[in-house]
Nanobody, 120 residues
């Protein structure tokens, strides 16, 4: 059973920084595509950043230049470094893993979420 445990959320002032961590277990982490999503009240869950098996990142336009996603395969952990935070970044942030089952199929898993609140 794949488990994802996020940590690092909290309350921060606008312009501040936070680092989120997601520790994964129950799969071969190095084979998983990992990502961070967020969901603000009344809004749909959206992709914030993703990182491929090979370490290639991709970002939502709204966070480019401010957020950095990285992975440490030795620690089975993916990170989201957030800087220059804005009140509109306030949301519950979820870790996501796509675990390959076959060459074309994968299963998706979610963490429990961690709250990030940015005050103005």
């Amino acid at each position: 059973q794949v488990q994802l445990v996020e940590s690092g959320g909290g309350l921060v002032q606008a312009g501040g920084s936070l680092i989120l961590s997601c520790a994964a277990s129950g799969s071969t982490f190095s084979r998983n595509t990992m990502g961070w999503y967020r969901q603000a009240p009344g809004k749909q869950r959206e992709l914030v950043a993703g990182i491929s098996v090979g370490g290639t990142p991709n970002y939502a336009d709204s966070v480019k230049g401010r957020f950095t996603i990285s992975r440490d395969n030795a620690k089975n952990t993916v990170y989201l470094q957030m800087s220059s935070l804005k009140p509109e970044d306030t949301a519950v942030y979820y870790c996501n893993a796509r675990v390959p089952v076959t060459s074309i199929l994968s299963n998706t898993y979610w963490g429990q979420g961690t709250q990030v609140t940015v005050s103005s």
